[in-house]
């Protein structure tokens, strides 16, 4: 009997939860679509397409078009299939069974999954009660335990709070390991080091199209980083991982930065209204001991003891959001949806008399 080995045998397919909600407010997808114009713009690339022809395997242009919006070279810069790809891809380049790879806790899951399928050992630095970073601890641990690599995000998933671009450089530089900044949600702050990526020989700093370009169906992720780390991403990556449907999308969109800019404000303004929103069911409901964190990406984070609960009745009505170790995940929508969570967990408080 063939016998499946230990690294695959109890791993599930990724379950996200699908059938039919109303409003989907758990994945921290944009509400934002383009513009007709932009549109059009897609849709004339489109025609163009010749179907039975591989895809450019250096994706020089969509490259070229992110490395313009964000002021990097495009030698610096690889595109993958989503930055989950591109997560994986750097794995398998930079680490070897029996490595150590940093991880910090809560953050976002898929890192210590890329981890195990290459067969390394993971540590994790649990954050602070509230949520933020201990750096000394984090590049204590890394050292310590001789860490070939260490992962995080910035803003985080699930927390939603930035850590200091100072706090990122003390980290970077401080540790021997490769560091992998995921920055899918920085385009909704303001700390990135994607302006100083070069002058740091441990540093790939990744971005995606999911989140504030509001391209998540296209699957289209980068890293940038030294030509020397991004040589190597480029030999180990399968060579046709993005399609060229992707890839022409994808320099439509990412050649409009106004599109950009405007999805960024108008889903800054949606995130600020529900996290207001929470602030206010707060005060009228001590009970239900909600606790928000200011939030620096698109979406609120609440710690509540009734966060299961919360879940299951928000679900019944409909709304589908996103509960992560006791806690509730809440992407920003259009205003209807915000305002409909918003009722909808008042109600639940109202009625659990919290
Ligand atoms: C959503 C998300 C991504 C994006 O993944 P894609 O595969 O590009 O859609 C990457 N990192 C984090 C932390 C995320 O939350």
């Known amino acids: 009997m063939f016998e499946l080995n230990e690294k695959v045998r109890n791993l599930k397919p990724y379950d996200p939860i699908t059938g039919k909600y109303q409003i989907r407010l758990d994945a921290n997808e944009s509400f934002v679509t383009p513009s007709q114009e932009l549109r059009e713009q897609i849709d004339e690339e489109l025609r163009h397409i010749h179907f039975n022809r591989y895809p450019d395997p250096f994706a020089n242009d969509v490259r070229k078009a992110f490395a313009d919006l964000y002021g990097v070279p495009r030698s610096c810069v690889m595109a993958g299939n989503g930055s989950d790809e591109v997560i994986s891809v750097v794995m398998n380049a930079f680490l070897q069974k029996g490595d150590t790879v940093v991880t910090l806790s809560p953050d976002f899951s898929m890192y210590a999954f890329y981890a195990s399928l290459v067969e390394c050992r993971v540590v ?128 439509v969109v990412l050649s409009n930065p106004g599109y950009l800019n405007a999805a960024v404000q108008r889903i800054l303004e949606s995130r600020d209204e529900l996290y207001e929103g929470f602030l206010q069911l707060q005060e009228a ?70």
């Open 285 to 354: 409901h001590p009970g239900a001991q909600l606790r928000i964190f200011k939030p620096d990406a698109n979406f609120v984070y609440i710690q509540t003891p009734k966060a299961a609960e919360i879940f299951e009745y928000l679900k019944e009505k409909g709304i589908i959001v996103r509960l992560t170790g006791g806690c509730l995940r809440i992407s920003a929508g259009r205003n209807y949806e915000n305002e409909a969570v918003l009722r909808e967990v008042g109600e639940y408080l109202k009625g659990a008399n919290a």
């Open 124 to 251: 994790t630095v649990e954050k602070n009660a509230d949520c933020t970073v201990d750096v000394d601890r984090v590049i204590e641990t890394c050292n310590r335990e001789h860490a070939r690599m260490l992962v995080f995000s910035n803003p985080c998933n699930p927390t939603s709070l930035v850590l200091a671009r100072e706090a990122v450089r003390k980290i970077v530089s401080s540790v021997q390991a490769l560091v992998v900044l995921d920055e899918a949600y920085m385009d909704f702050s303001d700390q990135s080091l994607l302006s100083e990526f070069a002058g740091y020989d441990n540093l790939l700093i990744l971005k995606t199209c999911s989140k504030a370009l509001g391209m998540a169906a296209i699957r289209l992720g980068f890293a940038v980083g030294t030509e020397k780390l991004i040589d190597v991403l480029q030999a180990v990556k399968s060579p046709y991982n993005v399609n060229t449907l992707t890839q022409a999308i994808g320099t």
